[in-house]
Structure formats: C-alpha cells, structure tokens
C-alpha cells in the first residue's frame, strides 16, 4: 500500500451475480453510504474499513460484463477504470470473479488489466471450484496474470482475512503481462486456464439442472411464476397491513399525547397536524418497503431472480419493457413507492425510465378505500366484486398500453440488451438480506421523507387557514351552539372556506364537466397527498367526523344529497363511474412523485408523468361520465 496516505481508493468491479456486493458489504459492515455517481442517477455505494491504520475508501462499481459499455450501469463502471479523472477512479481494484464461471468471468479481467491500474484478481465462490474437472492452479494462474489471486466464499465471510492481506500487502504496482491485442479474449483465456490446469468444463450442479428443468420450463415455468407472484403480492399486502395499523395507531395516539402535553399553539398544531402527520405518511410505508425488499433480496439471493427475469423477457419487450421490469410492476399492486425503488435492478436506462413512469398505473393498495367508497355507492351489491378485479385489471392494460406508447416517443440512443448469466441456485444469507432491507428502508426515509414531510405542512396549512373575516364569522356562528353535531358542520363550514376550500371551488369550471362539485374539487386536492385522504376528506365535509368512522356512513351522506339543479341524486352512477376512473388514472400521490424525482434525479420525468397522468384521467373520466349519462 502506498506509505503516509491517508486514504486509499479501492474499487470492487466484475460481473453481475459474481458477488462482489457480498464482499463490499461483508469488508464495509455498517460503514455504507448510498448515493448516485456524479452526474448521473446509478446508485452508489460507498463505504469505509480501516487497514492497518489507513482508512480504505471502497466503492462497489455496478456490474458489467465489459468495459465496452452497452448500458448506463456499464458506462458508470467503464468509466471509473478507463478515466483517471474520473472521482471515483481507483488506486486499486478488486476484480471479483465467479469461479464457477471462469470462462466468461476473465473477459472483463483481462480488460481491467490492460489499463494497468494495481489490481488483485478476487476468486469468489471457490467452494465450487471443485465442480472444475480439473484442479486450478492459482499460484500459476498469479503469475500468469501478474496480479495476486485470492480465494474468498463472501457469502460464507470465508477468505477476508486473506483479502485484506493481499491489499495491504500490495505493491500498488499494475500487471506486466502483455498479450497479443489481435489475438481475440477468448483464445488468450483459453491459455490461461489450460496453463493454470482450469480448461476443464464446468458442469452445473444437479440440483441448479433439476430445478431449472422446471423453473424455466416453456409452460411450467410462467405457472410457477406466477404463483410465486401472487404469494409475493398477498404477503405484502397482508403481512404489511398489521404492522402498518401499528405504525398509524402509534402516531395517532403520540398526535394525541402531543396536543395535551404541549400548549395550544400554532406551533403545538403544526408540529402535530403538519410534521408528526407527515412523519407518520413517510414512516407507515415501511413495512410494505420491508417486505417487498424482502421477496427481492430472497429471489436476488436464491438466483431465481434471474430466471424471472429469463421468463418474463419475452413478452414485456413487445411494451418496450424488460424482464426485470415485472418485480416493480407486481409490486405496484401493493404500493408504486417501494415498486419503484425495484426498478434499480434494470440496468437499460430506457427500460427502467418506461418502468418507472408506467408503475403507478398499478392499481395500489391506496386505491382500495376509494374503489370500496364509490363501488358501493353505485354499483349493485351483485357485481361490485367484478367491478373491483375490474380496476385491477384496467390498470395492468393501462401500465403496459403507456410502456408500448412511451416506448415509441421516447428516444435513446442506447440498445437495449438483456444478458445474464444464470446463476446456480443458493440458500440466502441472512445478513446479506437484512442489511440489505435495511438499506432501502433508510434511503426512502431519508431521501423521498424531507419532501413528503413538506408537502404535509402546505396541504396543513391550506386545510387549517383561511380568510379571517370569514373564520371568525363562521366561529361567532357556532360559538353558542356547544353540540358534537355542531362542532362536525362548523369544521366542514370552516373546510369549505379554508384556502382549500377556496382552492377546491376555484376549479369547479374545470371539474364541473366531469360531474363533480366543489367538494370534490377538495377531495382530488387534499388526496394529492395520498389517495386514500378522499374517504377523510368527504367524512370531514359532510360532517361525519374523522375517517375513522364507518364508511357506509359516508356512503349515506353522499347518496343522500340532491343536485338542486335537477332534484335527481347528486352522487349517480355516472358520477361514480367517472371518479373510479379519475382515481385509476390521476397521479394523485406526493410520495411517487418525490421517489421519481429521486431515481431520475430531476423533476422533469415526475411532472411529465403528473401531467400525462392527470391529464389521461381526466379525458377518459369526461368521456365515461358522458356515455354513462347517455345510459
């Protein structure tokens, strides 16, 4: 190592799947920082170990199969290596190796090596180096390669030690070997390993050639996909749903705790109804972040993802997707937050963009007391189950109909390839999936949270104020009427007055065409923050009290009320078809927006999708309401 630094720059690089983010995570343990690289919005991980005093700055490179890229991901590792003035071009790097697949695995090796940087040639996975039909020599292969060559199993912690030896004994001088450039990758590799006694061919492993006889089978293979699909989406769903009514019940009762310890103040409420409330809409996404990451990380871990990804190819390239891309939209169905956060796993920068701006189509989970409110209100008790799978369905052909139009519009320069080398199956390490949970969680909360909490306090701030003059009328109005019906109509009074309220019938001309009133104008306003706040919001106007409140309460109210225009119900069934649709359709979702923000890191592709979305949910609710109405 080089004497008197203070800080050396390593870099971990190599295929995916060969397990160099085992090693990353296993040599950094906690000491991790997620970010993007410079200019660009491929995450970066980064972290710290201390080496015989010096501190190693480590940063684990995306994976590539060369350093001739084809992608986003492969141009952000081909240039920390070719670059010297690149920040994250390494002193030292690590070239991690799946030793099961050498043949392909030294392509990039050799690249790495002709660039002459200081390099050891990291062979992981070496448990299954007995799966070569003949010994490899690694003292031969080291001084064939003029690098140091260490043996590690990263997912068992085996070797490290021996790793870190290998750095710190280092010269930091680069690999003298030189080969004839005509003479193509493949022929030299050959040599190498017949050289090193590792031609022999590598056999997979019975269980991986059994399994995937199966797994990716023409017509077994989807089934069982499909099935571990919907098994994914219920447990997230369901499994979520307790530890997310904790989480809301938790805040709810610290809100209350709160307002009676602290002094009634502005500061009081807007701490209580502004921050905590947006804490606790930033906070109750965790568990289903949790578990979709779970499922992730285990496929990622087990080597299935790959035959996910493998089967579902096919069909996703004819919508301008990737295989890769069904993770996010399945898990969209649960929450397009968490979802989209999985479109990381797609390295074409075209096919994670199109994955990301269709995801919200998914019909997610905070749809649902919206659907259960409107479907109830004017579909007939015997189809309202079919009216249910209906928007479930409306958004899967609206996901992937966008993706094929997106697809057309949008340019890129940049092929779309998908290559994976199927890896052999294996038991998840535990660590590696909590560590890995605990990542993503951290970098929702802290990244997409600052904004969501922000936008909580406008929304606060809109809904609790309004024009004085007519505050304090409305207040003189029910000062001596001490009832707890009075105290519901004078806060729907005070609502409808607030600047939203303003707000809400301000638009009215516009929404008006779609069969909507001003009070509705307040739900689609107050529900940008979450679609499910429009059960709340109508419960509130309507003087039924908070949302906790049963819904067919709401349902009474709202069908109960007459357009004084015609004398016919104000809330009819073209009106509930239209508002379905709206909600299908309409980005009605601060927290999606600001995650979109961050993985494209530019506000562009979020208010692109905010418009297309709206605007989509609007043309298609104006033409429902006005065929239902001919009806």
């Known amino acids: 190592m080089k004497e008197g630094k203070e800080t050396l720059k390593v870099a971990l690089i190599g295929n995916p799947n060969s397990g160099k983010t085992s090693i990353f995570n296993k040599l950094t343990g906690l000491h ?91 062979l992981n996975m070496a448990d299954q180096l007995q799966r070569l039909t003949s010994r490899l020599d690694l003292s031969i292969l080291s001084e064939t390669l003029n690098v140091p060559v260490v043996k590690t199993n990263a997912r068992e912690g085996k070797g490290l030690e021996e790793l870190k030896t290998a750095i710190a004994e280092h010269s930091m001088q680069p690999s003298k070997v030189e080969w004839d450039t005509k003479i193509e990758k493949h022929h030299i590799i050959k040599t190498i390993l017949e050289k090193a006694n590792g031609h022999g061919a590598v056999t997979a492993h019975e269980v991986t050639k059994k399994l995937d006889d199966a797994l990716t089978h023409p017509i077994f293979g989807p089934v069982i996909f499909v099935a571990l699909l919907a098994l994914m989406f219920q447990s997230i769903y369901s499994w979520s749903a307790y530890p997310m009514e904790v989480i809301e019940t938790l805040f709810s009762h610290a809100g209350v705790f709160f307002s009676n310890v602290l002094p009634d103040s502005f500061l009081t409420r807007l701490f209580v109804e502004g921050i905590w409330a947006g804490l606790g809409g930033v906070v109750i996404f965790i568990p289903q972040i949790a578990f979709l990451f779970l499922f992730v990380t285990l496929l990622e871990e087990t080597g299935y993802m790959a ?112 290559i994976m080398e199927l890896p052999d199956y294996r038991l998840p390490k535990v660590s590696n999936v909590l560590l890995e949970i605990t ?90 923050a979450a679609r499910e706040v429009f059960v709340g919001t109508m419960a509130t106007i309507y003087s039924v009290g908070s949302s906790d409140e049963d819904v067919s309460s709401i349902r009474d109210k709202m069908q109960a009320q007459v357009n004084p225009k015609t004398g016919k ?59 239902a109405a001919l009806l």
Request: hydrophobic share 50%; aromatic share 10%.
């Open 307 to 418: 035959r996910v990804s493998f089967i579902a190819d096919g069909w996703l390239r004819k919508f301008g997707l990737q295989g890769r891309s069904i993770v996010p939209l399945i898990g969209g169905v649960a929450c397009a937050v968490p979802a989209i956060l999985a479109a990381r796993t797609i390295s074409n920068k075209k096919e994670r963009l199109l994955t990301i701006m269709v995801t919200p189509f998914m019909a997610c989970a905070a749809r649902l007391p919206v659907y259960a409110l409107l479907i109830a209100m004017v579909i007939p008790a015997g189809f309202q189950g079919l009216a249910l799978l209906f928007m479930y369905l409306l958004g899967i052909v609206t996901a992937l109909g966008a993706a094929f139009v997106l697809n057309k519009t949008i340019k890129s320069t940049e092929e779309g390839h998908f």
């Open 569 to 627: 119900p104000l809330y009819d069934l073209p009106f509930g078809l239209s508002l379905l649709v709206f909600y299908a359709f309409a980005m009605q979702c601060m927290s999606t927006l600001a995650v979109v923000k961050t993985e494209t890191g530019t506000w562009k592709w979020p208010l692109i999708q905010l418009v297309m979305m709206t605007g989509l949910a609007y043309v298609t609710s104006l033409a429902v309401y006005n065929l």
């Open 32 to 122: 991790q920082k997620v970010g993007n690289f410079p200019g660009i919005t491929v995450e970066k991980k980064s972290g710290q170990f201390t080496l015989d005093g010096q501190k190693i700055h480590l940063v684990d490179l995306p994976g590539t199969y060369s350093l001739q890229p084809r992608s986003m991901d492969e141009e952000v590792a081909a240039n920390a290596v070719l670059d010297p003035n690149n920040p994250d071009h390494p002193e030292l790097i690590l070239i991690v190796v799946d030793a099961s697949h050498l043949k392909t695995s030294l392509y990039l090796a050799l690249q790495v090596l002709e660039k002459k940087i200081p390099a050891i040639l990291v």
């Open 439 to 528: 990542r993503k969680v951290t970098q929702f909360v802290t990244s997409a949270g600052k904004i969501i909490v922000f936008v909580s306090i406008l929304l606060w701030l809109g809904a609790s104020y309004g024009p004085p003059a007519k505050f304090e009328a409305i207040e003189a109005k029910y000062a001596e009427i001490d009832t707890e019906q009075a105290e519901h109509e004078k806060n729907a009074e005070l609502l409808e007055n607030s600047y939203i309220g303003i707000l809400g019938k301000s638009i009215t001309p516009v929404i008006e065409p779609l069969g909507y009133d001003w009070k509705i104008g307040i739900a689609l306003i107050t529900s940008f």
